[in-house]
């Protein structure tokens, strides 16, 4: 089992940054793979970026690729989603979740109801 706890939300206007931290307990972190998901208000969850359980493979939704970057340390048990180039649409709560996968370089899926894991979410507004 693990704990997802998110931190780093806030109000920034568009074009600005912010970098999202996700730290996990538990001595079993490498054997997650890693997601963000987002969802505004009024709007279903949706799929932002994946990273394997090594760091060596990502995956990004469509409307965040080229801003928008994930990472890890495993040493740190914590994943980072680093955000560039915000615009007003990107508002909303941002969670990380955590999937089991078998395989060192898997990416775990994009539909939100197979994540056994998640954290409480952190708040982005992104002012126009």
């Known amino acids: 089992q693990v704990q997802l706890v998110e931190s780093g939300g806030g109000l920034v206007q568009t074009g600005g940054s912010l970098r999202l931290s996700c730290a996990a307990s538990?001595?079993?972190?490498?054997?997650?793979?890693m997601s963000w998901f987002r969802q505004a208000p009024g709007k279903e969850r949706e799929f932002v970026a994946a990273i394997s359980r090594d760091g060596s493979r990502t995956y990004y939704g469509d409307s965040v690729k080229g801003r928008f970057t994930i990472s890890r340390d495993n040493t740190k048990t914590t994943v980072y989603l680093q955000m560039n180039g915000l615009k007003p649409e990107d508002t909303a709560v941002y969670y990380c979740?955590?999937?089991?996968?078998?395989?060192?370089?898997?990416?775990?899926?994009?539909?939100?109801?197979?994540?056994?894991?998640w954290g409480q979410g952190t708040q982005v507004t992104v002012s126009s």
């Open positions: 538990g001595r079993t972190f490498s054997l997650y793979a």
């Open positions: 979740a955590a999937k089991s996968v078998g395989y060192q370089t898997g990416l775990p899926t994009t539909t939100p109801s197979s994540y056994p894991y």
